[in-house]
């Protein structure tokens, strides 16, 4: 995964500045370059508190020993983080949850919500409210929690869970809230098995219920102090369905949530050694980058009854969720019904 570039939002408040530290400590951790920002708001903010802000924010900052950049450009907080995030080629947005209590949760806006649905990466929202963390903490987390479906881009988030848990040296918790018991434990076996090496991995069968409530659930009562979740159902249409569970984790969880981006995918947010659906020129293709760089361009409409296609990261297949076609990583199948292998993409 590896964060290179890191942006952290704030203005000053005591709220924000612990956001700004984990952004901090995580930014140390990984080796990330951290640009902080402070948006100049109109009739809010003048440009000599910005900057007096920054100054300030960036002295507390450089203690944690990383390359560090301050910018103030003009504008609404929210885009302006994300603009920042687009000019910069961040992998990682950080800023607080302030505004996003249980009291807001059938509101848009905010800073964090902004962030959230229009973000061109990952965003990570810090609870700053509550209890602030001990000083000497030993690690950023001391656990993470990931829910899963079996589906490409709930896979895709438990493999950015899985990738930090390395980096953090910290223990992973897989979830799956069992429709079918059994379907459940296959999609957990093929979860566990595509993790690295090192990483401590736990996973829980649950009974049925609403998804985003056990995860937090599981993640408050120990399991974990951050939340790992696909972006999917905070883009387009349904950013406004507040029942999907990012958007519900978002507002009501109580622990750091990671929102990962896994749908609305280019081409560079691959990395050697995984594939994904991703746009490309306006048009979504499966691809595949392999160790060496190569790269494996493909239609994915299954050659069966024209089904779109999902990455399998543990298997490195595309399998097809409608009737049980598989391909390997280069579109050829190599299990049925379909025949044919995938059409490669002009």
């Known amino acids: 995964m590896g964060y290179r570039t890191i942006v952290v939002g704030t203005d000053g408040s005591a709220t924000a500045a612990r956001a700004v530290d984990k952004a901090a400590r995580l930014a140390g951790v990984v080796g990330s370059k951290l640009i902080v920002v402070c948006a100049k708001v109109p009739d809010q903010i003048f440009d000599e508190s910005a900057e007096e802000i920054l100054d300030e924010v960036g002295s507390a900052v450089r203690a944690h020993g990383v390359e560090i950049e301050l910018a103030s450009p003009r504008g609404e907080p929210g885009p302006v983080l994300c603009e920042v995030a687009a000019a910069n080629a961040a992998d990682l947005i950080v800023v607080g949850s302030v505004g996003m209590g249980k ?21 990570l929202i810090v609870r700053t409210t509550g209890e602030e963390e001990p000083a000497a903490k030993e690690r950023v987390y001391e656990g993470i929690v990931a829910g899963t479906d079996g589906s490409s881009t709930a896979s ?30 296959i999609v957990l076996e093929r979860a566990k098995a595509a993790k690295p090496d090192w990483v401590p991995v736990e996973t829980r069968l649950v009974e049925e219920g609403p998804p985003a409530n056990k995860i937090a659930e599981l993640a408050e009562g120990g399991a974990g102090d951050l939340i790992v979740v696909g972006n999917k159902g905070m883009v387009g249409t349904r950013r406004y369905v507040l029942s999907s569970v990012p958007v519900q984790l978002a507002h009501e969880a109580g622990r750091d949530l990671l929102i990962a981006k896994t749908t609305d995918r280019s081409l560079a947010d691959l990395t050697p050694g995984h594939g994904g659906l991703v746009m490309v020129e306006g048009k979504k293709l499966a691809v595949y980058i392999e160790e060496d760089g190569s790269v494996h361009k493909l239609s994915p409409r299954c050659q069966h009854m024209g089904c779109t296609v999902d990455w399998n ?34």
């Open 103 to 123: 009291e807001r949760r059938l509101r848009l806006g905010g800073v964090a919500e902004r962030a959230a649905h229009n973000a061109p990466c990952d965003v």
């Open 156 to 185: 895709e988030a438990v493999r950015k869970a899985f990738d930090l848990g390395m980096m953090l040296e910290t223990k992973v918790t897989v979830l799956y809230v069992a429709g079918d018991p059994l379907v459940g434990a």
């Open 313 to 346: 990261d543990s298997d490195k297949s595309w399998d097809c969720p409608c009737h049980g076609s598989r391909y390997r990583f280069d579109g050829e199948v190599f299990h049925g019904p379909a025949r044919k292998s995938l059409d490669p993409a002009e």
